[in-house]
């Protein structure tokens, strides 16, 4: 079971990111998927997930982020629109072999992927 997160990058504050989460070993359909990000100081903090008939999002994603899941293509995307300096963070993907899916770390025990890092300038 492994996972690769890509597609961070530099963007403007109000700009928009697309960040993949790409699977192996592992029907995504099968497995809850979360985001979680964690910026510099602060403690890792989870910011969507998708289950097999759930989707989570936290206060600050609501609205913003859109999290979706392509079966063909074993990846779990994270959509972020709108996007503010304070979204700035490292942005990992996680598993577990669960129905139903979670904002809490503890939670993904399965695997994490490597992180991408989101910078977004004022």
């Given amino acids: 079971v492994q ?3 890509f597609g961070g990058g530099l963007v403007q ?4 990111l697309r ?3 790409a699977a192996s070993g592992f029907s995504v359909d099968d497995y809850a998927i979360a985001w979680f990000r964690q910026a510099p100081g602060k403690e890792r903090e989870g910011v969507s997930c998708i289950g097999q008939k759930d989707v989570k999002y936290s206060n600050s994603a609501l609205g913003r982020f859109t999290i ?3 079966n063909v293509l074993n990846t779990v995307y994270l959509q972020m629109n709108g996007l503010d300096p304070e ?3 490292v942005y990992y993907c996680a598993t577990a072999p669960t129905i139903g899916c979670s904002l ?3 939670y993904y025990i399965e695997a994490w992927g490597q992180g991408t890092l989101v910078t977004v300038s004022s």
């Fill in 87 to 89: 979204d700035t963070a």
């Fill in 68 to 70: 979706s899941r392509d």
């Fill in 13 to 16: 504050a109000g700009g928009s």
């Fill in 104 to 106: 809490k770390t503890h």
């Fill in 3 to 5: 996972l690769q997160a």
């Fill in 19 to 21: 960040l993949s989460c």
